[in-house]
């Protein structure tokens, strides 16, 4: 095939010694960073998505993730087997990453880099996708897979034309295969559910046969939890985490969305579903402190700017409500980023991610968190498949709600909301 000989010719390994993170995301970048003073916001996110998603990315290309991603796990790691941590790591780097490797090429500094992440990307599904790679996924044991296999479809839904298609044949069959294989295990009640459910949603897009109970189990069970004001409760009741965020915003209505293009659904319940997450990302800008700081609370803080999932995606969707701008958002988060990311210990000397909320802190990891749990963290930059020309980048810095109201300036009043 073209692809294959133009990446052989071009050299995986070439791509990585000439765009490694540490080219591009310089210690003088860094230190501008740390020091707050960057002025380019979309540089500052590109070049640090690409420092986080470089070692799963690239190691899966060159065959070598199993090979040389570290095993880090908590302290209180349950029974589960550790080999679930490889697809870990690939179903959430590539979801976080998909909006951002859907934009077309350009010949700018990122537009080259992220060519080339795009074709490592697909470079790296085809050959763990392979019998008999180094690499292999494991989809066949635990319940951890269907976590990760839901990443991994809501990647394909987030970019289909740049992650999906390209694909070779065999590599397409193979992943369906997967993912069918998942319907020998039951999600747990909880937001679980969501995994099963959009997992048969990018089935249902691609015109595969699905799993009708499993599909709607979640968005049907999930509306039973509501709790109001855009809060979902994890299972009956609601945990004050931010699950809402990783998961069930997000997930419930990418699903709904296949489900209502295809006429399985009313147009009314996605609706519903937007309204609602749209509520949750009010809040979520809300919280997020005037030095660029949030709450550690619940558990899985060790995703870090995952945390603000439902918040980039409403945002990446062009749905934000009137009362946020899009630079409060792109402004709220930079220096949450840069809080985040500039502690020294979140990464490794190889950039790998290390346990921990800000900085390394393998303590506060919980029983199911290892190394590649960690790459949740991505979703926190989808804004990336806007455009540099959108508002959300182009616009003006801008304080964001918190940072109004500590400082005495006029900012938006917030009310409940009943749907």
Known sequence: MER???????????????????????????????AGLAGNDRDYWWKLLYKIANPVVFNLANGTLVKNMPLEKSPTFDSRSLHVTYLEAVGRTYAGIAPWLALPDDKTAEGVARKKMRLAAIEGLNKCFTPG????????????????????????????????EPLEEGTKQRIIAAFKSLRNRKPFKSNWLLFGSITEAFLLNINEQYDNDRLNEGPRQLREWYKGDGWYGDGPNLAFDYYNSFVIHP?????LAVMADKKIVEQKLYDQALKRMQRFAVGQERMI????????????ITYRTGA??????????????????????????????????????TFDKNDWLQLGFCGHQPKVADYYTSTGS?????????????????????????AWTSKLAWSGADFAKDYHVDY
């Open 133 to 164: 790679s180094p690499d292999a996924l494991n989809f066949a044991t635990d319940h951890q897979p269907i976590v990760d296999a839901a990443y991994l479809a809501q990647t394909f839904l987030r970019a289909p034309k740049a992650l999906w």
């Open 374 to 398: 960690l790459y949740m963290a991505t979703l926190s930059f989808l804004p990336l498949g806007l455009p540099a020309s959108h508002e959300f980048w182009a616009a003006a810095p801008v």
């Open 289 to 300: 402190s005037p030095e660029g700081t949030f709450p550690p609370i619940g558990r899985s």
């Open 4 to 34: 294959r000989k133009f990446i052989g010719a071009f050299s995986l390994a070439g791509i990585i010694g000439t765009m490694s993170p540490k080219n591009i995301f310089a210690a003088t970048d860094q230190a501008k960073v740390t």
């Open 251 to 255: 997930m419930m209505v990418d699903t």
């Open 308 to 345: 603000f999932q439902a918040l980039t995606q409403i945002a990446l969707m062009e749905k934000l409500p009137t009362s946020i701008k899009p630079a409060q958002v792109r402004c709220a988060l930079t220096k949450v980023k840069q809080n985040m990311y500039g502690t020294p210990g």
